[in-house]
């Protein structure tokens, strides 16, 4: 399969042999030829070229364009979900209904959102001049996504950037480039002109660093390990690129005493289980005030037992397969260390034995005993894995959560007002939920602080990405010699 897409038609890389495998299987789904930094320079080119005819569009020309563009994805809704499950080893159910709808809401969302881009108002600051703001387009866009959410991090990441005049190069991850392929496909297909939206299938250390590195790319929007996009930064700093960094997370997830602990056990079940825990922002440090502990841990191990294990295209299956079983052996390697250092394995730690001998797949998983300083509470392990500690006074709370390099997301449970306010106020994350874990919405941001990032996805916050804003200051009264030449070049001589 040709699994480039670069100027409205799909090539054949010219890169290494790629093949694209079923995580849950490992049968191959396909193969072809990765990306190489030659083939990322012609669709740089080609992005180029398309930039001018794009950025003057009118916003309703692109508002059309996208929502026409949403119309054709979610006609083909089942199919990439199919893909998605497919390709990721993520359960069909959670494809069906998070990830391709969250696309096609986010791209209606964008299309509206690029009818109303706002600066200050026009206003004669000076007296004698009027000043306006113009936000522009930047120009190329290079954007690198991951494999946990490959559609969903690709739209997140095109749709602004598109909506906002920009054109793309998209550097899909090269385990999950399928959805991202057809993406681009029904872009032209909705009448955004060749161009304006390719895809380089290829390896990170070769079209991602190319791609980072190209001197046509303005900006580099990056989503993945916060190890990768430390050398992404560093790039891009060589060239004063501007550069967005969405990168990991180990989202605490804070129980107080007078929360309601049936809630709670079941929001820190499913938001640490979710994608099989290859997520961001899944919950994966439960500190729990002590006289709940011993009752939450109970109703997060029984809920566990109920977690159905299965192949990602049956209907009925929660938990799929891990992206590899390279990344399951990962995951087993934190738990085993995390147990050899005295943490107890309540439930899981195992790969589940009637999937030993295929696919990525390992049990639901819940530790304690686990020292605060220790791997598997500092490090994110990308897997179906939950960690709860106890804790006595809301300030020791507090202090643990935002004990991290990590600062994406984190959720605070109780029924007192004050205290669910003050964990909002005191936890530092970019998004912190209270009595709930992990529902997004595309009219708000999302965004890391410390480790985790910065720059915004989603909402009106991402045109602060993918816009630069120009002051235009134009001269009202005519008059040749003004007040302030004086200071410089002395009065009038005649
Ligand atoms: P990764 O950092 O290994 O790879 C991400 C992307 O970068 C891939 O497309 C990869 O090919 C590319 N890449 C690798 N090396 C590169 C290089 N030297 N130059 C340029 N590009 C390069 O991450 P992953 O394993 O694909 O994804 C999991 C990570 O993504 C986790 O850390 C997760 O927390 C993070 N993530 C963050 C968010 C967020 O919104 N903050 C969302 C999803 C995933």
């Known amino acids: 399969m040709k699994l480039q897409y670069i100027d409205g038609e799909r090539r054949a890389g010219t890169g290494a042999p790629l093949t694209i495998v079923e995580p849950a299987t490992g049968l191959e789904i396909t193969s072809g030829t990765a990306a190489s930094a030659a083939d990322v320079g012609v669709a740089v080119e080609a992005a180029a070229r398309a930039f001018s005819c794009w950025a003057a569009t009118t916003p309703v020309e692109r508002s059309a364009a996208l929502l026409r563009w949403a119309d054709l994805v979610e006609a083909r809704a089942d199919e990439l979900a199919a893909m998605e499950s497919r390709g990721g080893g993520k359960p069909i159910k959670l494809a069906t209904g998070f990830d391709i709808p969250g696309v096609v809401d986010n791209m209606r969302f964008f299309a509206s959102a690029a009818r109303q881009l706002e600066g200050r108002a026009s206003a004669e600051y000076s007296g004698d001049h009027t000043s306006s703001i113009r936000r522009e387009p930047i120009g190329v866009i290079g954007s690198i996504a991951p494999w946990n959410y490959p559609l969903q991090m690709a739209a997140?990441?095109?749709?602004?950037?598109?909506?906002?005049g920009n054109t793309v190069v998209l550097k899909p991850s090269e385990l999950t480039p399928l959805t991202s392929l057809v993406f681009a496909e029904l872009a032209v297909e909705a009448g955004i002109p060749a161009g304006v939206f390719n895809v380089v299938t290829g390896f990170g250390a070769e079209a991602g660093a190319a791609l980072v590195a190209h001197p046509s790319v303005a900006m580099v929007s990056f989503t993945g390990s916060t190890a990768v996009g430390k050398q992404v930064a560093a790039t891009a700093a060589g060239a004063v690129k501007r550069v967005h960094l969405e990168l990991g997370g180990k989202a605490p997830f804070v129980v107080f005493d007078d929360a309601d602990l049936d809630a709670a056990a079941r929001g820190a079940v499913a938001g640490a289980l979710i994608n099989a825990g290859q997520d961001c922002t899944a919950a994966t440090r439960a500190y729990v005030q002590r006289p709940l502990f011993d009752e939450f841990v109970a109703r997060a191990a029984e809920l566990m037992d109920g977690v159905r294990i299965g192949p990602v295209d049956d209907p009925a299956t929660d938990l799929g397969s891990l992206i590899s079983p390279g990344h399951r052996d990962r995951v087993a390697a934190m738990v085993d260390a995390a147990r050899a250092a005295g943490a107890k394995v309540v439930r899981g730690g195992a790969i589940p034995p009637e999937f030993a001998s295929s696919g990525g797949y390992y049990e639901p998983t819940l530790i304690v005993d686990a020292q605060q300083d220790s791997a598997i509470v500092q490090q994110e392990v990308f897997g179906p894995v939950l960690v709860c500690l106890p804790f006595d006074t809301d300030d020791e709370a507090i202090a643990l959560a935002n004990d991290t390099a990590y600062g994406l997301a984190a959720s605070a449970w109780s029924r007192d007002v004050f205290r669910t306010q003050r964990a909002a106020r005191e936890i530092a994350a970019g998004c912190v939920w209270i009595n709930d874990h992990?529902?997004?919405?595309?009219?708000?941001?999302?965004?890391?602080?410390?480790?985790?990032?910065?720059?915004?996805?989603?909402?009106?916050?991402?045109?602060?990405?993918?816009?630069?804003?120009?002051?235009?200051?134009?001269?009202?009264?005519?008059?040749?010699?003004?007040?302030?030449h004086e200071l410089i070049i002395g009065p009038p001589t005649s």
């Open 156 to 164: 997140w990441k095109v749709l602004p950037a598109i909506a906002a």
């Open 438 to 484: 992990i529902p997004i919405v595309s009219e708000m941001p999302h965004g890391g602080f410390k480790a985790s990032g910065f720059g915004k996805d989603m909402s009106m916050y991402a045109f602060d990405e993918y816009t630069q804003v120009k002051h235009v200051m134009a001269e009202l009264t005519g008059v040749a010699a003004k007040p302030w």
